[in-house]
T-cell receptor, first 114, second 117 residues
Framework: AQSVTQPDIHITVSEGASLELRCNYS??????LFWYVQSPGQGLQLLLK??????LVQGIKGFEAEFKRSQSSFNLRKPSVHWSDAAEYFC????????????FGPGTSLSVIP | GAVVSQHPSWVICKSGTSVKIECRSL??????MFWYRQFPKQSLMLMAT?????????EQGVEKDKFLINHASLTLSTLTVTSAHPEDSSFYIC?????????????FGDGTRLSIL
């Protein structure tokens, strides 16, 4: 069965510093992978997705993620964090026969220090 | 594009009442809609998947009679929490996937915070 782990429950970084959020997945075939961001009390916004092709994926708000099949990882990165990036980040894997069912990881809470 | 509207955003009601939450796709036709429940500081748990015109598919452990889902049209799905009790208090989020083609991600509503007194 598909599953997603995010080893870091909470991360604190200084504004302007680089960021990497870790994500590992478990899936037998080629996975469909997503990163979503959730601000407090809000729904989810898609940052980026990987279906196939280039393993380095560019997303919105300056985020990127790299798919590494050998490590079963899909880590999210940003070179310079802004205070507005403080939020909850969810990695997810597509599941089901048409991959429209999504399994979410437990989330990583990001705090940004001014 | 791909906007999903969820209503209401916040509801408070007495124990024993039923509450209906609406999820609408505003600018696309949603062949499939999903309902999630999220507890504070936790991830999203899929409750059920609904396809237009057919019965919803519930995840294991979700009470079908407690959480009634109707997907009457390609733009509207509703979740009704029947005879709600304080333990049903939670953040409920819907999402929708449409006819844009295969492998398209879900589009999420802004969620409904349900508080049962």
């Amino acid at each position: 069965a598909q599953s997603v782990t995010q080893p870091d429950i909470h991360i604190t970084v200084s504004e302007g510093a680089s960021l990497e959020l870790r994500c590992n997945y478990s899936y037998g075939a080629t996975p469909y992978l997503f990163w979503y961001v959730q601000s407090p009390g809000q729904g989810l916004q898609l940052l980026l997705k990987y279906f196939s092709g280039d393993t380095l994926v560019q997303g919105i708000k300056g985020f990127e993620a790299e798919f590494k099949r050998s490590q079963s990882s899909f880590n999210l990165r940003k070179p310079s964090v802004h205070w507005s990036d403080a939020a909850e980040y969810f990695c997810a894997v597509g599941a089901g026969t048409s991959y429209d069912k999504v399994i979410f990881g437990p989330g990583t809470s990001l705090s940004v220090i001014p | 594009g791909a906007v999903v509207s969820q209503h209401p955003s916040w509801v408070i009601c007495k124990s024993g009442t039923s509450v209906k939450i609406e999820c609408r796709s505003l600018d696309f036709q949603a062949t499939t809609m999903f309902w999630y429940r999220q507890f504070p500081k936790q991830s999203l748990m899929l409750m059920a998947t609904s396809n237009e015109g057919s019965k919803a598919t519930y995840e294991q452990g979700v009470e079908k009679d407690k959480f009634l889902i109707n997907h009457a049209s390609l733009t509207l799905s509703t979740l009704t929490v029947t005879s709600a009790h304080p333990e049903d208090s939670s953040f409920y989020i819907c999402s929708a996937s449409g006819l844009e083609g295969p492998n398209q991600p879900q589009h999420f509503g802004d969620g409904t915070r349900l508080s049962i007194l």
